[in-house]
């Protein structure tokens, strides 16, 4: 249960939220059809923004060292379909290998999806922007026992807005409440994600560069924090076909691990 400062803290988010979207709308400009906003998107940089209408599938490798020396490998694939200018879905499916246990594990980890939604996008003074609202679903791989996965299944809405002060460049304010509704025991989920992505195209190398900074509060852990933080560099090879390596960093007594690498292929369709 949300102790009473959690729930003061939540409860004025959706508030500021609700109201910095009701202020945007007020004040909008229309988005006329084939904007330089929705060309942008057609860059291979746009899939590495949560909010973007983009059709793609990653396909990833990310190596973390965890605690007490152990060692965590995640293979993951991550994708979108859109399937209207108001709707989009995004799959995931992760499988790790691990030696957690005193041995080397590896299993499906999890797997999920999630609807966004896209109520209102246009202009604000002087600034495109894009409005997303949507949930996901997390569901366990059913392989705990030899450390792999959350070992929960979760609901997790969502709410974010996409600004882009100048052509090429994204900022995105994002806030994620994961909330399980069936665990194993002692994996009770309850956390609060707040997230800004800060996002640039390449145009010289035909590629971006993305920061990706999430503040987590555990809230079935006394409202302890972490911080996680991830550095994405990436190139289109050709109109359809990138790549992407990641820098992967945690902070605070919470991290869910230390450092770690990935590398990726993203494919536009």
């Keep these: 249960m949300f102790a009473k400062n959690t729930s003061l803290t939540i409860a004025g988010l959706l508030v500021f939220a609700l109201f910095s979207g009701l202020a945007i709308a007020a004040e909008e400009k229309p988005e006329e059809e084939g904007s330089a906003m929705e060309e942008a998107e057609e860059a291979g940089s746009a899939a590495s923004d949560p909010t973007a209408k983009v059709n793609f599938i990653d396909v990833r490798a990310q190596f973390f060292d965890l605690e007490r020396g152990n060692d965590r490998d995640v293979y993951r694939i991550d994708g979108a379909y859109v399937f209207s200018p108001k709707f989009k879905a995004v799959f995931e499916l992760h499988y790790w ?8 594990r590896g299993g499906l980890a999890q797997y999920g999806a999630k609807g966004i939604y896209f ?12 409005i997303a609202a949507g949930a996901e679903l997390i569901i366990d791989g059913d392989n705990v026992d030899k450390g792999i996965g959350p070992g929960a299944d979760s609901i997790a809405p969502l709410f974010g807005v996409a600004l882009i002060p100048k052509p090429g460049r994204t900022l995105i304010p994002f806030v994620q409440y994961f909330k399980s509704f069936d665990e194993e025991p002692g994996r009770d989920v309850e956390q609060t994600a707040l997230r800004f992505i800060a996002l640039q195209q390449l145009d010289s190398i035909k590629g971006w560069v993305k920061g990706d900074f999430k503040f987590i509060t555990d809230h079935e852990n006394d409202d302890k924090s972490s911080t996680t933080f991830e550095v994405q560099v990436g190139k289109m090879f050709t109109p359809k076909f990138g790549a992407y390596f990641e820098g992967l960093f945690a902070l605070g007594g919470q991290k869910p691990h230390d450092d770690g690498f990935g590398i990726a292929g993203r ?3």
Excluded at 119 to 130: D, F, I, L
């Design 119 to 130: 109520p209102k996008s246009g202009e604000w003074r002087g600034m495109r922007y894009r």
């Design 267 to 269: 494919f536009l369709f």
């Design 97 to 104: 290998e691990t030696d957690v246990t005193g041995r080397d």
